[in-house]
């Protein structure tokens, strides 16, 4: 009765604000209708797509054939999305990365597809008009990405655990403004649910104190794959992409001294040479400074980077279909419990930190996280530091406006901005609206270098392995090829439609069954042939397989520890590797793993001199374990002691 009575008491409080949120969406919704139109009524103008993705060797010989319009510096999800958006408008387009595609902060993300609920809060609060655009659009860019790739994003369901009475109508009204301000985009509508029903759900969930919870939808997606799947779309469409291609300096008319190029390096072979271009588009993520420096030593910093840890748990901590947000931290963080992969991903941190292209988490951070998960997770639930398979760092690129008044402000958005040589620069905004990020940028471009193009095509334009997706589409691979059921999954998951071209690769096994598909590793799906389609994907380092063509190293570093001598020997009969070019793979895969991964905070826990971070509960768990073999007292236990007890628990017949 009572929680019948809080729900409808929310109701009523909640009115008025969704009734101010309603004529805010309506409003912006009008604004941005003949925008809408005017993309809808282009889409006509796509160039063709390639059937054929040009090589690593052709799409070098590319660039440097003849001036581009627009030329990107890097290769994250804004990065490959400004060249897919600027070859899709029938620009010439080249796009560089000094490393791998996504080999930044676009594949260390919370994984999430979001609009922000905290940002709509603070919007709210704050009677902010620009957070709430911000809101705004990240939800309709939400819709997109989900249509855009479905076979790499979903809705996910994400619980938030009401643990006092007061919170409910707060968080409710929250949540369904949340719904309100997505409108026709909105993916389900949020519902309140009992304890007992949210306990059905979540059976993990901390039992005393709960008053009910309250779920919302937003998406989720393999951020990784995701980045992956714009830029090999930007390619199909022309664009001459190219990783592992660093920019040495900018280059610069001596007429005019406005920026007309680059000069890169082909980091694998150490050639260097000049690619030209009308328009250079900065899309460098953290590193945004660094590229403004080369146009101008004197310009100041507008990147204040921003560190976020992740941590992988075991799929038993979290439902399968079901995500937990604590949206109020010991620290006043917010923290996500979410299911990816068949594995249970929590996060994140939110720490200042130093521009490093080799972040790394810290046994602090994944001991906050860990404190965290034991707050909301049943005592029955023994959240144990052994438990985490994987731990990341990514850097934020939050930024101040170099336009605006209050330079000491960051911006949640994003910010365009033009020097006096003609470099633009796209900096801050989310992984979710890199779209929109992308268009805003082009439209940038054109005007500022007068380029012949019409405006944004990529509303609505499906993705690599999007076409031809359904979501039956892995039980064709089963039959046709005699995959297992669950790596056909993963295939047509990961790859869409190009799934068959992997399966078709596939090496036969010599068993009853599965006919295909050697696993690299037995717990995961991942396949041998997916090394070799990763090559064909402009994969070149074993790194660039276990993190970016595979997931193995954000889901278990030592599985990808296991995996890596078969991944360089297949790369090196791809690529033709020298014995001590395998060697120097081998190394610095394991190098990757062992910093970059969490693999040496893992292993520092067994060390003699490390320090041991125990919480209460664990102190007394592991006084009564030591008093179960310590019988008589003594204070230390002996191998009779746990002959004694193991006896007792296990007699022998």
């Known amino acids: 009765m009572a929680f019948q009575k809080a729900v409808k008491g929310t109701a009523l409080i909640g009115g008025g604000a969704i009734a101010t949120v309603f004529g805010l969406s309506q409003f912006s919704q009008h604004r941005n209708k003949h925008g809408a139109l005017v993309q809808v009524q282009a889409a006509e103008a796509v160039p063709a797509r390639k059937e054929q993705l040009p090589t690593r060797e052709q799409q070098l010989q590319a660039l ?12 994250g999800a804004t ?29 260390r993300s919370t994984k999430l597809i979001h609009g922000g609920v905290r940002y709509l809060q603070k919007a709210i609060m704050k009677l902010d008009f620009e957070q709430y655009r911000m809101v705004k659009e990240a939800l309709e860019e939400r819709a997109h990405l989900l249509q855009s790739a479905p076979h790499l994003s979903d809705a996910l369901p994400i619980m938030l655990p009401i643990y006092k009475w007061w919170q409910l109508p707060y968080y409710w009204i929250g ?4 719904d309100l301000v997505a409108g026709s985009q909105c993916l389900k509508s949020s519902y309140v649910l009992t304890k007992s029903r949210a306990l059905e759900l979540f059976p993990m969930l901390r039992r005393d104190r709960l008053v009910g919870a309250i779920v919302y939808y937003d998406g989720q997606h393999n951020d990784a794959r995701m980045n992956l799947a714009i830029a090999l779309t930007a390619a199909r469409y022309g664009a001459a992409t190219a990783n592992y291609t660093e920019v040495r300096h900018l280059l610069k008319s001596s007429d005019t001294g406005r920026v007309c190029g680059v000069r890169c390096r082909d980091v694998l072979t150490g050639k260097e040479f000049d690619v030209r271009a009308k328009c250079v588009i ?13 146009d101008d030593q004197e310009v100041p910093n507008i990147c204040q980077p921003s560190a976020g840890v992740h941590i992988v748990m075991p799929g038993y901590y979290s439902p399968d279909n079901m995500g937990l947000l604590d949206p109020d931290t010991s620290d006043g963080r917010v923290i996500f419990f979410l299911p990816w992969e068949k594995m249970t991903i929590a996060g994140t941190t939110d720490s200042p930190t130093d521009v490093t292209a080799h972040p790394i988490p810290t046994e602090e951070d994944i001991n906050f996280i860990l404190c965290e998960v034991r707050n909301y997770l049943g005592p029955d639930v023994e ?13 934020r690129p939050l ?15 994003h910010v365009v901005t033009i020097s006096d040589s003609g470099l633009i620069t796209i900096a801050g905004g989310k992984w979710t609206t890199y779209r929109a990020m992308a268009r805003d940028t082009i439209d940038a471009a054109v005007r500022e270098h007068s380029l012949q193009a019409g405006s944004c095509q990529t509303k609505g334009l499906q993705l690599e392995g999007a076409k031809d997706w359904t979501p039956t589409l892995y039980i064709r691979l089963v039959q046709d090829y005699g995959l297992e059921s669950e790596v056909a999954q993963h ?9 068959f071209e992997v399966a078709k690769i596939a090496q036969v096994t010599g068993k009853r069954w599965p006919i295909v598909g050697k696993r690299l590793v037995s717990e995961f799906p991942y396949i041998e042939a997916e090394v070799v389609y990763g090559v064909k994907e402009y994969a070149r380092t074993a790194v660039d397989i276990i993190s970016r063509r595979t997931r193995l190293a954000f889901l278990n570093v030592q599985a990808a520890d296991e995996a890596l001598p078969r991944i360089v020997d297949i790369m090196a009969k791809e690529l033709n590797w020298s014995e001590q070019r395998k060697k120097e793979e081998l190394e610095t895969a394991k190098t990757f793993l062992y910093y970059e991964m969490g693999y040496k905070v893992k292993t520092d826990q067994l060390t003699d001199s490390s320090e041991i971070s125990l919480v209460p509960s664990d102190i007394e768990r592991y006084k009564k374990r030591f008093r179960m073999f310590d019988k008589d007292k003594k204070g230390f236990i002996t191998i009779l002691d746990v002959q004694r007890v193991l006896q007792v628990s296990c007699p022998c017949p």
């Not at 993520?285 to 420096?293: A, E, L, Q, Y």
Request: glycine share 12%.
């Open 64 to 75: 440097q054939s003849g001036e581009f319009d627009v030329l990107v510096i890097g290769g």
């Open 79 to 107: 990065g490959c999305g400004c060249a897919l958006d600027a070859a899709t408008r029938g620009l010439k387009t080249a796009l560089l990365e000094r490393d791998d595609f996504s080999s930044g902060t676009s594949s």
């Open 491 to 499: 295939l047509a998951s990961t790859y869409g439609d190009k799934a």
């Open 175 to 178: 949540i369904k403004l949340y």
């Open 282 to 294: 900065n899309a460098t993520g953290p590193f945004t400074d660094s590229v403004r420096k080369m």
């Open 383 to 395: 959240v144990r530091r052994g438990d985490v398979l994987a731990a990341w760092s990514g850097i």
């Open 399 to 413: 930024v101040t406006n170099p336009d605006s008044k209050d330079t000491q402000s960051l911006s949640r958005n």
